[in-house]
């Protein structure tokens, strides 16, 4: 079992940063690859970032790649998503996520453990 809680989000301007960090808890969160996904309402749950249990491969949905990176800190338990450049279309609740691989393309299908989201809201 590994427990997931995610913090760090919240209301930034257009272009700003914000940069969100899951704590887990349970002895084989270093097993497992990491990821963040987003909900946009109405829309469906997206893969957003990944990252492998030892933190030296890395996946990125297109939209993130070059403002968003993904960290883990495995003598924390915890991983993060730092986000740059944010726009408007960023806005959702973000989701910290236990994978068994960080290979592919990852869908929420591919969840084993969920956290219970924070919100982002980007301002234009």
């Known amino acids: 079992q590994v427990q997931l809680v995610e913090s760090g989000g919240g209301l930034v301007q257009a272009g700003g940063s914000l940069r969100l960090s899951c704590a887990a808890s349970?002895?084989?969160?270093?097993?497992?690859?990491m990821g963040w996904f987003r909900q946009a309402p109405g829309k469906e749950r997206e893969f957003v970032a990944a990252?492998?249990?030892?933190?030296?491969?890395?996946n990125y949905e297109d939209s993130a790649k070059g403002r968003f990176t993904i960290s883990r800190d495995n003598a924390k338990n915890t991983v993060y998503l730092q986000m740059n450049s944010l726009k408007p279309e960023d806005t959702a609740v973000y989701y910290c996520?236990?994978?068994?691989?960080?290979?592919?393309?990852?869908?929420?299908?591919?969840?084993?453990?969920w956290g219970q989201g924070t919100q982002v809201t980007v301002s234009s």
């Open positions: 349970g002895r084989t969160f270093s097993r497992y690859a």
């Open positions: 990252i492998s249990w030892s933190g030296s491969i890395t």
């Open positions: 996520a236990a994978l068994p691989s960080v290979y592919g393309k990852l869908t929420a299908r591919h969840v084993d453990y």
